[in-house]
């Protein structure tokens, strides 16, 4: 009795498959990052400041405005986001601009937008 065969009662099993498979699979820590990933865009109020940082970069009190909360709610938020580094700063003098870190955010950010579109 093969290994995956212990832990399903599947009376068929596709083992080249399920070989091709395990072989090209990332290594467990991967997982979880990938999930905390995820988990980041799990908050309405990130998503807004991705949303937005996606059409322009902007600074803290802009997006207080724009998204109607506190300065202090969108520091928090965007530390997050950075310490994911899905957001990246850029000074100008004593102002500091976010953006989105990098196309692969956009893109993230875009794909999930189509995808709820789709519906």
């Not at 467990?28 to 109020?45: N, R, S």
Request: with cysteine.
């Amino acid at each position: 009795m093969t290994e995956a065969e212990n832990f399903s009662d599947c009376t068929v099993l596709h083992e080249d498959t399920v070989k091709a498979v395990q072989a090209q699979m990332p290594d467990e820590p991967q997982f979880y990052d990938l999930a905390d990933l995820y988990k980041v865009f799990g908050d309405t109020t990130r998503i807004k400041i991705l949303w937005a940082l996606d059409i322009h970069e902007m600074c803290v009190c802009d997006l207080a405005v724009l998204l109607n909360v506190t300065k202090s709610a969108i520091s928090h938020q965007l530390r997050i986001l950075r310490q994911e580094n899905l957001v990246k700063p850029r000074r100008e003098g004593k102002e500091v601009f976010y953006s989105l870190a990098d196309d692969h955010v956009r893109s993230i950010f875009e794909k999930g937008l189509e995808h709820i579109n789709e519906l």
